[in-house]
């Protein structure tokens, strides 16, 4: 009886050591993965044998349970420097976050918390430009949520858009893409105390309807304004800068210009015709990558024939005068052209007409001038100055 018991007892040890190995050669071929030697899948806590897709399995039918390892935020974004971020192999790794109290999962750009089982109406508002240029001009716009209690934040933009910083964070940087499109929708789910809420903004491309229903992309700023500024509210950063026609480089800005001020220039703009429609961009186009200089048709039905156009109707009340002395016209909703007047050939590039009118190039060459279109607070049409003269610039998507 006692040599029974005593083997009985040598089985159970060898069980235990062969549960244990068996443990440990699962453990290796998770941190091996490719290993060929190493590929026994293992049930631990049952002799149930493992499913066919389990390499793992824990069973407890008492009180033991997998305790993952514990960090505090802290800890864990110290973990998460540039060489981790750059390691894809550390993608799905998780740690239970002993601040938020949550297990979370690390899926390569951020920590994904599994406390994200109930959804909050959001009572936040994202800030940051309803509209921006699309194409991208290569200027990232910032977007921001202001949830103080929040631990935890990931954003999500449109399809080629790109995040360039803050990830993460509760603010962001973001370009649209670089192709034409009319807007997406960017938003954040914030994490707090366990639940999470997603909040939302629409983004709109600027333009302008140069027909009653053909709708093209415009930038939202004049050539060689602050593009972080306000494109919508008149103001000094808004202004640009001011070229002669054909030329690559600006004569002059709000501020300061050549002088003295040069004659007219043999580049180009367009196809170096007087054709109205020609969509084309020389090699001296200033505008950014995928825009150009817009042609007299769409220049003149943006502007000059806005108030024909039945789709938006441009009333004398659109005129916006700042109180600081600012001034511009709004074509519809998402164009706005500041009043940023000309630099004139004849009195030595001297600005002229400053928030009083808006001159602005097109394309199309006009015998020895070249088209554009002017405004002021009560009139709009077209124009056929000299090349010399300094005008502003709107570039349109091609």
Same mark, same amino acid.
């Given at each position: 009886?006692?040599?029974?018991?005593?083997?009985?007892?040598?089985?159970?040890?060898?069980?235990?050591?062969?549960?244990?190995?068996?443990?440990?050669?699962? $453990?290796?071929?998770?941190?091996?993965?490719? /290993?060929?030697?190493?590929?026994?899948?293992?049930? $631990?806590?049952?002799? +149930?044998?493992?499913?066919?897709?389990?390499?793992?399995?824990?069973?407890?039918?008492?009180?033991?349970?997998?305790?993952?390892?514990?960090?505090?935020?802290?800890?864990?974004?110290?973990?998460?420097?540039?060489?981790?971020?750059?390691?894809?192999?550390?993608?799905?790794?998780?740690?239970?976050?002993?601040?938020?109290?949550?297990?979370?999962?690390?899926?390569?750009?951020?920590?994904?918390?599994?406390?994200?089982?109930?959804?909050?109406?959001?009572?936040?508002?994202?800030?940051?430009?309803?509209?921006? /240029?699309?194409?991208?001009?290569?200027?990232?716009?910032? !977007?921001?949520?202001?949830?103080?209690?929040?631990?935890? !934040?990931?954003?999500?933009?449109?399809?080629?858009?790109?995040?360039?910083?803050?990830?993460?964070?509760?603010?962001?940087?973001?370009?649209?893409?670089?192709? $034409?499109?009319?807007?997406?929708?960017?938003?954040?789910?914030?994490?707090? @105390?366990?639940?999470?809420?997603?909040?939302?903004?629409?983004?709109?491309?600027?333009?302008?309807?140069?027909?009653?229903?053909?709708?093209?992309?415009?930038?939202?700023?004049?050539?060689?304004?602050?593009?972080?500024?306000?494109?919508?509210? =008149?103001?000094?950063?808004?202004?640009?800068?001011?070229?002669?026609?054909?030329?690559?480089?600006?004569?002059?800005?709000?501020?300061?210009?050549? @002088?003295?001020?040069?004659?007219?220039?043999?580049? !180009? !703009?367009?196809?170096?015709?007087?054709?109205?429609?020609? +969509?084309?961009?020389?090699?001296?186009? =200033?505008?950014?990558?995928?825009?150009?200089?817009?042609?007299?048709?769409?220049?003149?039905?943006?502007? $000059?024939?806005?108030?024909?156009? @039945?789709?938006?109707?441009? =009333?004398?009340?659109?005129?916006?005068?700042?109180?600081?002395?600012?001034?511009?016209?709004?074509?519809?909703?998402?164009?706005?052209?500041?009043?940023?007047?000309?630099?004139?050939?004849?009195?030595?590039?001297?600005?002229?007409?400053?928030?009083?009118?808006?001159?602005?190039?097109?394309?199309?060459?006009?015998?020895?001038?070249?088209?554009?279109?002017?405004?002021?607070?009560?009139?709009?049409?077209?124009?056929?100055?000299?090349?010399?003269?300094?005008?502003?610039?709107?570039?349109?998507?091609?």
């Amino acid at each position: 009886m006692a040599l029974f018991l005593l083997q009985k007892l040598i089985i159970k040890k060898k069980m235990k050591v062969i549960k244990i190995f068996l443990l440990i050669a699962a $453990v290796a071929t998770l941190l091996l993965g490719n /290993s060929a030697s190493l590929n026994a899948q293992v049930t $631990v806590g049952s002799n +149930k044998n493992p499913e066919k897709f389990s390499l793992l399995e824990l069973k407890s039918n008492s009180d033991k349970g997998l305790r993952l390892p514990q960090m505090t935020t802290v800890q864990r974004d110290a973990m998460a420097d540039e060489t981790f971020r750059a390691n894809t192999e550390a993608m799905g790794l998780q740690i239970f976050n002993t601040t938020t109290h949550c297990v979370e999962t690390w899926n390569g750009t951020v920590w994904i918390s599994a406390c994200w089982s109930s959804e909050e109406p959001c009572n936040n508002t994202i800030t940051g430009p309803e509209y921006i /240029s699309i194409p991208n001009t290569g200027v990232a716009q910032t !977007y921001s949520v202001d949830v103080p209690e929040a631990t935890s !934040y990931v954003w999500s933009v449109p399809s080629g858009w790109t995040i360039t910083l803050g990830q993460g964070t509760a603010t962001i940087k973001i370009l649209p893409a670089t192709t $034409v499109q009319a807007g997406g929708t960017i938003s954040v789910k914030v994490n707090i @105390s366990g639940s999470n809420m997603t909040c939302s903004k629409e983004i709109k491309a600027c333009g302008a309807y140069i027909d009653n229903d053909v709708w093209s992309n415009f930038m939202c700023h004049n050539l060689g304004a602050d593009e972080t500024a306000d494109p919508f509210t =008149p103001s000094q950063d808004i202004v640009g800068d001011y070229y002669q026609w054909g030329d690559a480089m600006p004569q002059g800005t709000k501020d300061s210009f050549t @002088s003295p001020w040069p004659s007219a220039p043999g580049s !180009y !703009y367009g196809d170096n015709t007087n054709n109205p429609s020609a +969509k084309v961009k020389s090699p001296t186009d =200033p505008c950014p990558p995928g825009y150009r200089v817009p042609n007299q048709d769409e220049l003149n039905m943006a502007v $000059v024939d806005a108030v024909f156009n @039945s789709v938006i109707p441009k =009333p004398e009340t659109f005129w916006v005068d700042d109180d600081g002395g600012y001034n511009g016209d709004m074509f519809g909703d998402a164009l706005f052209l500041p009043a940023a007047g000309y630099r004139g050939y004849r009195g030595n590039g001297a600005l002229t007409d400053y928030n009083l009118a808006g001159n602005y190039w097109s394309s199309t060459l006009y015998s020895t001038g070249a088209y554009g279109a002017n405004f002021d607070h009560e009139s709009q049409g077209d124009a056929s100055p000299n090349r010399a003269y300094g005008y502003s610039i709107r570039c349109i998507a091609q």
